[in-house]
């Protein structure tokens, strides 16, 4: 292991300009994947907030009697897919109203009776607000007694399960196209550098040198190289991510588990890329 070590080092040494074009080309590759999955990570959020505003209200009828509501609560509450459900009285409601509509509160003096119904409002569990979920329990809650309305905007819950799958769609088709690119540009930058020392293969080969002795400094170096452009990659890109946060608008930073998957990413790679230019290599030698 210390040979190998050694070698890989000696390697870095002798054509340092090649070594930093190399990690400067695979941490171009891997910036490239990093903006993709910070914009497919950030819009993954934005449509997980929305979605957190999805839920269903059940408006009561002005007589529906307390045990009526009573019996409407329980019976939404033990529904699949339902979190909690809220009991929003009459004034309640017109308190909201005048908090969030300020029209309202000019007119509020005026009003002799309160207009606003007493309502259910139901939440749903995460992974759980699909358009199925949602239009299944408003059915449910439509044919309790005691309810006058039910409404959870079916067009927009709709659409915005629709964006969903379009989101989803377009990051596997932009994740596989951009991780071809980033495969296209580490592959040459690894094989550039074995191609560089050649003729250092060569003589080893002469000396009578094995191929696993051959191999092993070249696969180090590859994978040092794949960690240093993925690590590069991974700082530019939080650059640009505190820059457009700071001054353009707030965005959400990838995953722990994203960035480490990264990192390790770029040593396989790296080691791959390696292998595989070298098996090329020592064919034609």
Avoid: C
Avoid at 82 to 87: A, N, Q, S
Avoid at 181 to 203: H, W
């Amino acid at each position: 292991m210390a040979r190998i070590f050694s070698e890989a080092v000696a390697g870095f040494r002798r054509a340092p300009l090649l070594t930093g074009l190399s990690v400067l080309m695979v941490a171009l590759a891997f910036l490239v994947l990093a903006l993709f999955g910070l914009v497919a990570h950030n819009l993954q959020a934005a449509v997980s907030q929305l979605e957190e505003r999805v839920e269903v209200v059940v408006y009561l009828r002005e007589d529906a009697r307390p045990a009526e509501v009573s019996a409407a609560l329980e019976a939404l509450r033990t529904m699949p897919g339902v979190e909690g459900v809220r009991h929003v009285t009459k004034d309640e409601a017109l308190e909201r109203a005048l908090r969030e509509l300020p029209e309202i509160a000019e007119v509020s003096s005026d009003l002799e009776v309160n207009p606003f119904p007493a309502s259910l409002e139901v939440r749903f569990q995460a992974g759980r607000r699909d358009t199925e979920t949602v239009k299944r329990v408003a059915e449910a809650a439509a044919s309790l007694p005691g309810v006058e309305e039910v409404r959870y905007g079916r067009e927009w819950v709709e659409r915005l399960f629709f964006l969903r799958r379009v989101a989803g769609l377009a990051a596997l088709v932009l994740g596989v196209s951009f991780g071809a690119v980033a495969a296209l540009i580490m592959a040459t930058a690894i094989r550039l550098a074995v191609l560089a020392r050649r003729d250092e293969i060569y003589v080893m080969q002469l000396v009578g040198a094995r191929d696993a002795y051959i191999r092993s400094p070249f696969l180090l170096e590859g994978a040092v190289v794949g960690t240093a452009g993925a690590l590069l990659a991974l700082g530019l890109s939080w650059g640009l991510y505190v820059g457009l946060s700071r001054f353009l608008f707030r965005l959400e930073w990838l995953p722990a588990v994203w960035s480490l998957g990264g990192v390790l990413a770029g040593a396989l790679f790296g080691l791959l890329a390696s292998a595989l230019a070298l098996q090329r290599q020592l064919r034609r030698l």
